[in-house]
């Protein structure tokens, strides 16, 4: 069965400091994958989504970027964070299960930035 | 491109009752419409989905009502129970692609659903 993961679970890091968050996808191949954002207690902005390999595309101008080095792979980073960054970031695949199309969520990362 | 709009943005109920969310979606071409329960702290959970070739869907006590003339759509919950309670998010989207962003969803700003004992 399809699985997605996600770490770390929850991360502190200073303002300046660099971003990675990792999101890999089991079970199923050649998914669309995305990155929301969730700020607290509102709902879902998509950063990035990702057909294919290499393949990305931004939603909104921010500080961050996205990468899929690998099929099942996608990585949302940061050069240089700001407080602004502060949320809930979800990674979701899309894909087919049981025969249909649709998406589903991994558990996401809290990023606090102090 | 696509609008959607959920209400209410907060929803209280008494266990038992049931409760019901509707959303509104602008794009006609939208064939595709499901719902996430997210509870504190974690990912949003599919919980239901409907297809535009059909007008209601059922699993046990969640059913979605899905109105293609008037282009809205409703999640109804029956005998609620507390741990019903989380913020339900609805989106649509035209789900007959595979890769492309013509088949990304798009997202109701959800409704905080809270079950009191």
């Known amino acids: 069965s399809q699985t997605i993961h996600q770490w770390p679970a929850t991360l502190v890091q200073p303002v300046g400091s660099p971003l990675s968050l990792e999101c890999t996808v089991e079970?199923?191949?050649?998914?669309?994958l995305y990155w929301y954002r969730q700020a607290a207690g509102r709902g879902l902005q998509l950063l990035f989504y990702s057909v294919g390999i290499g393949q990305i595309s931004s939603e909104v101008p921010q500080n961050l970027s996205a990468s899929r080095p690998q099929d099942r792979q996608f990585i949302l980073s940061s050069k240089k964070l700001l407080l602004s960054d502060s949320g809930f970031y979800l990674c979701a695949w899309r894909g087919y299960r049981d025969g249909q199309e649709t998406q589903y969520f991994g558990p996401g990362t809290r990023l606090l930035v102090l | 491109g696509e609008n959607v709009e959920q209400h209410p943005s907060t929803l209280s109920v008494q266990e038992g009752d049931s409760a019901v969310i509707k959303c509104t979606y602008s794009d006609s071409a939208s064939n595709y419409f499901p719902w996430y329960k997210q509870e504190l702290g974690k990912g949003p959970q599919l919980i239901i989905d409907?297809?535009?070739?059909?007008g209601e869907k059922k699993d046990q006590r969640i059913a979605v009502t899905l109105n293609k003339t008037a282009k809205h759509f409703s999640l109804h919950i029956t005998e609620t129970q507390p741990e019903d309670s989380a913020v339900y998010f609805c989106a649509a989207s035209p789900g007959s692609h595979y890769g492309g962003s013509q088949g990304n969803l798009i997202f109701g700003k959800g409704t905080k659903l809270s079950v009191k004992p």
């Open positions: 079970g199923t191949s050649n998914p669309n």
């Open positions: 409907i297809r535009s070739n059909v």
